[in-house]
C-alpha cells in the first residue's frame, strides 16, 4: 500500500497493489480531472472516489468523476445533500442567496452518488465517523494512514481562520478527542495535508473551542 497528496484542498490517493481510491474530488473539473488523469497514466484503475461530506470544495469534482464511470461514496448526509445541492447552500449560509447559489465554492453540481454502506472492495479501508463539522462527516483510516477530512484544522488554518466552521460544537470536540485516541499514525487534513505532530494540532483545535466558549460568555 502507498498514498499520495494532491490538489488545493488535499485529495487523497491511496494505492493498494494496482487499484487507487481517492479521497475527495475537490472544488472542480479542474481538480478531479487532473488527479484521474494522473492516477490512470501511472497504470492504476480508480475503482472509487470516497467523500469525506458534501462542502463543494470537497464534492465539486464528484459530478465530473461520475461521467466519467467513477463510482463515487459518501455518508448518508452527502449522498442526500449532493443530489438536492441547493441545500448545501441553506445549510451553509442559511438562507436563500440566488447571487450566491450557483458558485461553485458553495453550490456542488447535482450527482447521485452511492452510500458508502454499498463500499465493499476488499480492501483494509474503513470509514469513520467525525461528524461535527457537518452533521455528518466521514474519515477514511488505511493501514496507519488517517484521512480526516475537515475535522481537524492545521495550526496555520486556525491563525488565518481563528473561528473554525463546524456546525455542532459537541460533536466537533468528540471528534478531536476521537481522532486522539484512534491516530496511530500519519494523520492528514484537508486544510493541511499530513500533520507533522497530530497530537499538538488537535490539542490546538479543542483550545481553540475552549477560548470560543470563553468568548461567548465574556460577551454574554
Known amino acids: 500500500m502507498d498514498f499520495e497528496l494532491r490538489g488545493k484542498v488535499t485529495i487523497g490517493i491511496v494505492y493498494i497493489d494496482n487499484d487507487a481510491f481517492i479521497i475527495d474530488s475537490g472544488i ?5 480531472r487532473k488527479t484521474l488523469n494522473y492516477v490512470t497514466s501511472n497504470n492504476k484503475k480508480v475503482r472509487a ?9 470537497h464534492s465539486g469534482g464528484a459530478y465530473f468523476a461520475r461521467k466519467r464511470g467513477v463510482n463515487i461514496y459518501g455518508d448518508g448526509e ?9 441545500i448545501a447552500h441553506l445549510l451553509f449560509s442559511g438562507f436563500y442567496n440566488d447571487q450566491f447559489i450557483r458558485s461553485k465554492f458553495i453550490t456542488p453540481q447535482p450527482v447521485e452518488i452511492l452510500n458508502l454502506n454499498e463500499f465493499n472492495f476488499g480492501v483494509p479501508l474503513q470509514p469513520i465517523d467525525l461528524k461535527g463539522h457537518t452533521m455528518k462527516h466521514t474519515g477514511y483510516k488505511i ?23 463546524f456546525v455542532d460544537f459537541t460533536n466537533f470536540r468528540n471528534t478531536l478527542i476521537k481522532i486522539k485516541e484512534i491516530a496511530n499514525g500519519k494523520v492528514i487534513c484537508s486544510h493541511g495535508g499530513i500533520l507533522e505532530n497530530p497530537t499538538k494540532t488537535v490539542n490546538a483545535n479543542l483550545n481553540r473551542l475552549e477560548e470560543i466558549i470563553q468568548l461567548t460568555f465574556d460577551y454574554l
Not at 452527502?78 to 441547493?86: G, V
Not at 493501514?143 to 466552521?165: Q, T
Open 28 to 32: 472542480d473539473e479542474n481538480e478531479i
Open 49 to 57: 472516489v470516497l467523500l469525506t461530506h458534501y462542502h463543494a470544495d
Open 143 to 165: 493501514g496507519d494512514l488517517l484521512f480526516v477530512g475537515d475535522a481537524v484544522f492545521s495550526e496555520e488554518n486556525l491563525e488565518k481562520h481563528p473561528i473554525p466552521y
Open 78 to 86: 452527502t449522498q442526500y445533500i449532493l443530489k438536492n445541492p441547493d
